[in-house]
């Protein structure tokens, strides 16, 4: 592969709604970089048109290459092979749907120049539906809050990074690979720029809820042990109650002439230590299964084939 000073790391499913706007956007957001510029797409087991739109691409775009996975790998692991395909200086990764414009790059990539390690970028406003945009917020809060590390409150994965950053999460082992936080985790010199984010330009989200929670809860469960310690706290809470319960049940049972009723209380407390429980156990699953996928040490993603830039 040619070395170049500027990669663009793209995840493509099923984008072929999108791709040919993405494409413009790029040509001309991006001019002031040829030639020393690569755009590398992966195509994340894509099974609508955008391979072919790739390879085309590829074919007419001296800049451009595609990296195609054996199959659909998720956007996280997709992300993570245009890393470590990535010959750039500077490496910037964003989302196909422009979402993340085009436009933002020159400045992020001129505060690298000026000797920031890694910029990234902060959604002032969104455009999607009121709920979602509630629950974004809410989950970049609550991993503020649970999470040692200094995550930056409403950046996604859109970010410009220099190469000792990209050799450093490039390093990093893990399976579960939750780009925003490692980058967080990375250090060196981070700073933000802003912008409204807009909607989709075209095509479907490729996240539904289920993928969105996923996500959510690799964040948290990657970086905090927070809910672990939040069991150990409610296992705590459950047993003080249950003696200060106890406790006036025997006061109860020495002073009043009443009789103790019996049935109600007991069904009552079973099911709520049995819930209490099965959530502490649910907890500590979600640990066991991530350290269960770490161990098996299965790649990240599987590339099928390589197309452009000598490939
Ligand atoms: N994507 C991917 N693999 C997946 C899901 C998404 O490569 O399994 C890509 C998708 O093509 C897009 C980016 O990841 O370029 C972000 O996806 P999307 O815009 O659907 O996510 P949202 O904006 O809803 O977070
Ligand atoms: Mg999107």
Redesign the pocket.
């Known amino acids: 592969m040619q070395t170049s000073t500027l990669s663009i790391v793209?995840?493509?499913?099923?984008?072929e709604d999108?791709f040919p706007h993405l494409l413009e956007r790029l040509d001309t957001a991006l001019a002031a970089f040829k030639p020393a510029l690569e755009i590398i797409f992966?195509?994340?087991?894509?099974t609508d048109n955008s391979r072919a739109l790739i390879n085309a691409a590829a074919e007419n775009h001296k800049a451009i290459c595609g990296i195609h996975l054996s199959r659909?790998?998720?956007?996280q692991?997709?992300?993570t092979a245009g890393l470590e395909h990535a010959t750039g200086e500077i490496v910037v990764v964003?989302?196909?749907?422009l979402?993340d414009p085009p436009e933002l790059i020159g400045k992020m990539v001129e505060r690298i120049k000026a000797g920031d390690d890694v910029v990234y970028a902060v959604r002032r406003t969104r455009k999607?539906g009121a709920l979602k945009v509630a629950c974004y917020k809410l989950f970049y809060r609550i991993l503020k809050y649970v999470s040692k590390l200094d995550i930056p409150l409403d950046s996604?994965d859109f970010s410009a990074m220099n190469r000792r950053v990209v050799d450093t999460i490039n390093d990093m082992p893990e399976y579960n690979r939750f780009i925003r936080g490692i980058r967080s985790y990375a250090g060196f010199k981070q700073s933000a720029v802003y912008y409204d984010r807009e909607s989709?330009a075209a095509?479907?989200?490729?996240?539904n809820f289920v993928?969105?929670l996923k996500?959510a809860g690799d964040g948290v469960f990657a970086f905090s042990e927070y809910p672990l310690r939040l069991a150990s706290f409610a296992g705590a809470v459950v047993a003080l109650l249950s003696f200060v319960g106890g406790l006036s049940l025997l006061l109860w049972r020495l002073f009043s002439a009443q009789q103790l009723p019996g049935f109600a209380t007991l069904a009552v407390s079973i099911f709520f230590l049995g819930g209490v429980q099965l959530i502490c156990v649910g907890v500590l699953g979600e640990y066991v299964g991530r350290i269960y996928n770490e161990v098996k040490r299965r790649p990240t993603y599987i590339v099928e084939s390589t197309v452009g830039r000598d490939s």
């Open positions: 793209i995840p493509i499913l099923n984008e999108v992966v195509n994340d087991g894509s659909n790998f998720g956007h692991s997709a992300l964003m989302d196909a749907d979402q999607e996604g989709r095509g479907e989200p490729k996240y993928g969105l996500l």
